[in-house]
């Protein structure tokens, strides 16, 4: 993997931060991928920050569980198994469909109309099926869902989920015909939360989840071929 294109544009924020969300996105949208090692001298020179900063966005990172210390490697992007994915989406479902629910109680107007506004940028994205756009469309729909749901503990258990949950977006939605379903799930939630009813909402948003894991589950189950030229199964 070229590192040539991770670089820091230095803004307001604080530089821990700002590397933290650079190798965030990164390792999210697959210019680091699971297994990738994270070599302290390379992203230094990579991202123009001294080593205390990097080891302190690095243990951040490995604190939400996208990377880990694996003994006689150092840190690398985690490879999560087939349990890891279970219980992600198990714990994603039953949180995020209530934080859909209680959107419905508390959402300001602003909010509501941030929410059309993210329907409308996810269904763009999918008509220019651009993988970075949809992507990001469909995060920043959940992303404000979750900030409306007038839950701060519920948010923050979520955000911290969703870190995880970025390693695992691309795969479900690269699965054969996932796209055309996602759209459709996306809208079913879209209109049961316009419609102000938190049972449906609930209801298609578990639909939606178990869905998103299927295909997820389906797509790491296949044969893949690893670095080293080795076939082997991601899961049995």
Known sequence: MSNSSINIVRVAAPLRQQVIDVLRAAISDGRYAP???LVERELCETLQVSRPI?????RQLEAEGLVRNVPQRGLEVVTLTAEDVRQIYQV?????????????AHAGDGQWAQLADAMAAFERAADEGVPSRIQAAKTCFYDTLIAGCGNATMAQILKGLHNRIQLLRGVSLSEPGRLPNTIREMRAIFDALRARDPIR???????HIASAARATMQSLGKTRTTRSGVTERDFA
């Not at 990097?54 to 690095?58: C, D, F, Q, T």
């Not at 994603?92 to 419905?104: D, K």
């Open 201 to 207: 909402t609930r209801h298609v948003y578990d639909e």
């Open 35 to 37: 297994g990738d090692r």
């Open 54 to 58: 990097l080891r302190e966005a690095l």
């Open 92 to 104: 994603r479902g039953a949180l995020e469909s209530l934080a859909a629910a209680e959107f419905i």
